[in-house]
């Protein structure tokens, strides 16, 4: 690959729309080629190519390039407990993981390219309980640190996403200044990217942009469940 082609091209949203139209094993084990070729390996090479610079902005965010246990999500998906049985994901996830997060329920972050909508998110998606009380106990705490972090995430093409209880969580009070803040059930940062972005050579050095400013909100987070970022 020269160092004006991107790592991904059109081949990408070809295999994901002819993916859902096709959502079968037969399907995908004739075109297991085409997804290896046009998927795979170049989202292992997004993963090397971000690694680097991720690794200057945190020592303790991972990039993996390897298939079981790696950034890379699993096509196949987990089909026991949902009512659509399609085997495959028609998305590619990648996700840069803390080193910690087989441990603990940790925040990271997370790109997202599909025909339908590209993201990237960064945070802490649907945390568990003892996950959520930390964030809420740090923005009780810290109030004036959370609210830089999250303001920062809500402006230029940023949004902060995810429900929120309808009424307080148990022990807090309705009245307490922070508590929309305090009903939220994720604390995640995303922007939307058009599609063509996976395209263009810059596109690691875009995501590595994306993870440093959102690293007051990833400093925040981790800090509040006892991690480094």
Same mark, same amino acid.
């Given at each position: ?11 990408l949203y070809e295999? %994901? ?5 096709? #959502?079968?094993?037969?399907w ?6 085409r997804?290896e070729e046009d998927?795979r390996?170049?989202?292992f090479?997004l993963?090397?190519?971000?690694r ?6 945190s020592?303790?965010?991972t ?10 999500m699993?096509?196949f998906?987990?089909?026991r407990? /949902?009512a659509?049985?399609t085997?495959?994901?028609? #998305? ?26 590209c993201?990237f998110?960064?945070? /802490?998606w649907m ?5 959520l009380a930390?964030?809420?106990a740090?923005i009780d705490?810290h109030?004036d ?5 999250r303001d ?10 995810g ?7 148990r ?7 922070m508590?929309?803040d305090l ?7 995303v922007?939307?990217?058009?599609? /063509?972005k996976?395209?263009d ?8 942009d ?5 690293r007051p %909100?990833?400093?925040? %987070? ?5 991690l480094?970022?």
């Open positions: 690959m020269s160092n004006d082609e991107g790592i991904f091209g059109p081949e295999f %994901l729309e002819e993916l859902e139209a096709n #959502n079968t094993r037969e995908f084990d004739v075109n297991r080629e997804y998927v390996e170049p989202a090479d993963v090397r190519a971000v680097p610079m991720l690794e200057e902005i020592l303790h965010m990039a993996r390039d390897r298939k079981v246990g790696g950034s890379l699993r096509v998906r987990d089909t407990f /949902s659509d049985k085997p495959y994901k028609t #998305n590619v996830g990648i996700q840069f993981r803390h080193v910690r997060a087989n441990d603990v329920h940790a925040p990271g972050y997370y790109v997202h390219l599909a025909v339908d909508s993201f998110g960064a945070g /802490s945390p568990d309980r003892e996950a930390g964030y809420r740090a705490d109030p640190v959370w609210t830089l972090a920062r995430c809500q402006t230029d093409g940023w949004r902060m996403e429900d929120r209880l309808k009424r307080a969580p022990d807090w009070s309705i009245d307490h200044p508590i929309e009903k939220r059930k994720s604390f995640i940062a922007r939307d990217f058009d599609h /063509s996976a395209f050579p810059a596109f690691p050095s875009q995501i590595a994306w993870c440093r400013e959102t %909100l990833m400093t925040f %987070l981790c800090g509040a469940v006892g480094d970022f």
